[in-house]
């Protein structure tokens, strides 16, 4: 399929969609606001204002939030931290961003439920597939935290395999980059932006906007991404009516 049959035909309303059901995967950084660290009261309000505004209109939004705004754990090996036990402390970094991002939508009047990969009752439900799926078809939120529940995997590749099993449409990755570059556009000025992309290119060019677990994962179930920049105001919404945001990663 196109590139442009993927976005004209994702639209609102009553209007003939394409995806009914997607998996939002947002950076822990995105959280922090401008500094990329702890959480950002107006970041969260305004996250939550979008995705409250897709669901009202129909959308069934699924989220797995990354923890780097608190906690990363392959960093920390860099500091003397052991990388399972790191990465235990970067998913319960997911589990706090996650109930935090659950109460501010909330504040926007949709329901919002936290799953978590291990048991952690009674600050957030278990994680099953039928649970999580019956919050979306009862136009809720749920918010699914604790990566894989497994250290050596990223919450890009949590996202990707929970995309799989709700049976998503698109796993949507919002970032602070406007989609996916050549090299890091904040570092080297002289990125070039890629507007879609293979799954092989995006493999074979090592491109680090998601890990390659993630995209190789993707790739065999068929899931599209789409990797756009969640801080511009009104880019999900814009998204979400069809116009050409971010970059499409597909088959």
């Known amino acids: 399929m ?3 049959q993927y976005f004209d035909t994702f639209v609102f309303a009553n209007d003939p969609i394409m995806y009914k059901r997607v998996l939002l995967k947002l950076s822990g950084e995105s959280l922090g606001g401008k500094a990329g660290k702890g959480l ?7 996250y939550a204002r979008e995705i409250a505004a897709a669901v009202k209109a129909g959308l069934q939004v699924a989220i797995v939030n990354g923890g780097g705004n608190i906690f990363r754990g392959l960093q920390g090996v860099q500091g003397g931290f052991d990388r399972v036990d790191g990465d235990k402390m970067g998913m319960l970094a997911t589990v706090i961003n996650s109930l935090a991002l659950s109460m501010f939508l909330k504040n926007e009047g949709v329901d919002a439920v936290v799953f978590t990969s291990t048991p952690m009752e009674p600050h957030a439900k278990y994680y099953m597939r039928d649970d999580a799926v019956r919050v979306l078809e009862k136009g809720g939120v749920a918010l699914i935290a604790g990566g894989t529940g497994n250290p050596f995997f990223t919450t890009d590749s949590g996202a990707a395999l ?11 990755k919002g970032t602070r980059v406007d989609g996916v570059y050549t090299a890091d556009p904040e570092k ?5 932006k890629y507007d879609e992309l ?7 060019k090592r491109l680090k906007v998601m890990d390659q677990t993630a995209y190789a994962l993707c790739a065999d179930g068929g899931m599209p991404i789409i990797v756009f920049d969640m801080n511009q105001s ?6 979400l009516k069809g116009e050409k945001v971010g970059t ?4």
């Open 198 to 204: 293979s799954f092989d290119e995006a493999i074979s």
């Open 248 to 251: 499409l990663v597909h088959p």
């Open 234 to 239: 009104g880019n999900l919404t814009r998204l």
């Open 2 to 4: 196109e590139v442009s």
């Open 188 to 192: 080297d000025p002289t990125a070039v």
């Open 40 to 46: 950002d009261t107006e970041s969260l309000k305004a």
């Open 162 to 172: 929970r995309a799989l099993e709700i049976g998503a449409d698109a796993l949507l």
